[in-house]
């Protein structure tokens, strides 16, 4: 394995290990971590840029987006506790580097991805890496993807001051979801912090607060 990379893997490693007290999770399950040592992030980076694919940092890919931090991948992967025959929705495809570490993991990959240019390059280079399972879908993703809905999983990559009702209700028994939330304002702009929710039998959520994160905004209404 290329040196840089394997020295990423060590520091979402250290990272996990680090925050533990505020995840619940010092240790990242193998399957995670062998889906982050697998999946190449330098392909999902435009041109100019995939000299910074080995930095732990989001990193900007147009239209004002970012593809997350490797750790902040790793982890939110992590916290949605996939099986093999999960199926998964993810909002916000962006560069599609996440519904790549998600298809490694599970059965079926549903992303919805507001920008269509984004979209369209998404699949594109998912399709050319051979991702089979992964279908990226243009459209408003505060309305999730009802089509095939439930989930087993979902994980939304762009912040919003509330956990979008569509979503909750496309969330199967037991499912879970992991999403930035705003919770106030400091000088550095919105303060979001990482939550995780699963489904209960009766319908009710039980919540996980978890670190403090900065995603882009999640956009429009439902
Ligand atoms: N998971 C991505 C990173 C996503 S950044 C990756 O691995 O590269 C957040 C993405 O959410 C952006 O692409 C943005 O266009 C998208 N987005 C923002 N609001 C949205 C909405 N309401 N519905 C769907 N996608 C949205």
Redesign the pocket.
């Known amino acids: 394995m290329e040196a840089r990379w394997a020295h990423l893997l060590q520091e979402i490693t250290a990272n996990a290990r680090e925050t533990a007290a505020y995840t619940g999770r010092p240790v990242l399950s193998e399957r995670v971590m062998a889906a982050m040592a697998k999946v190449p992030r330098i392909a999902?980076l435009p041109d100019d840029i995939r000299v910074d694919a080995y930095l732990n940092q989001p990193l900007p890919?147009g239209?004002?987006?970012?593809?997350?931090q490797p750790f902040i991948?790793a982890l939110m992967t992590d916290l949605l506790d996939l099986t093999p025959t999960d199926k998964v929705l993810?909002?916000?495809?962006?560069?599609?580097?996440?519904?790549a570490?998600l298809a490694e993991l599970v059965a079926e990959v549903h992303?919805?991805?507001?920008?269509a240019d984004?979209a369209k390059s998404?699949a594109r280079r998912l399709a050319k890496l051979g991702y089979r399972t992964v279908h990226i879908h243009h459209?408003?993703?505060?309305r999730g993807w009802l089509q095939d809905a439930p989930y087993a999983a979902i994980?939304v990559?762009?912040a919003?001051p509330d956990i979008p009702p569509h979503l909750i209700e496309q969330l199967s028994v037991d499912g879970r979801m992991v999403l930035p939330v705003e919770e106030g304002y400091r000088d550095t702009g919105t303060y979001q912090k990482l939550l995780k929710i699963v489904k209960q039998r009766d319908n009710t959520l039980k919540q996980q607060h978890c670190l403090s994160v900065a995603?882009?905004?999640?956009?429009?209404r439902d």
């Open positions: 999902f890919i239209y004002g987006q970012t593809i997350s991948v993810e909002i916000g495809s962006g560069s599609g580097y996440q519904s570490i992303s919805v991805e507001l920008v984004l998404a459209g408003q993703g505060r994980l990559a762009a919003s995603f882009v905004p999640l956009v429009g």
